[in-house]
């Protein structure tokens, strides 16, 4: 884990926002919005880790996994627009 996230992890123990959950695990005790799903995944788990492959949704998907369905589905749902262009 990078000194930096290493500092984020104490201070939101510091704080209670993240409290020791059973054994060697913590837990988020309010709603905290990272920097990004690596941050996120890299503070609670107290290493480093990719967050795009480390979350999953309910059906087993990664964050990676669901961002390239959402993009490959707006892409083909997004109306072109003619007058896009320097003016």
Do not use: C
């Not at 709603?31 to 995944?41: G, K, L, R, V």
């Not at 503070?43 to 990676?64: C, F, I, M, Q, Y």
Request: glycine share 8%; hydrophobic share 35%.
């Amino acid at each position: 884990m990078t000194a930096g996230y290493h500092a984020l992890r104490e201070k939101l123990l510091a704080e209670g926002v993240l409290v020791a959950h059973e054994t060697d695990q913590i837990r988020l005790t309010r709603t905290y919005a990272f920097d990004s799903p690596s941050s996120a995944a890299s503070v609670l788990s107290g290493g480093s880790k990719n967050g795009r492959t480390e979350w999953r949704d309910a059906r087993g998907r990664t964050l990676r996994d669901n961002q390239q369905v959402a993009a490959s589905t707006s892409a083909v749902t997004m109306p072109i627009d003619q007058n896009v262009g320097p003016a």
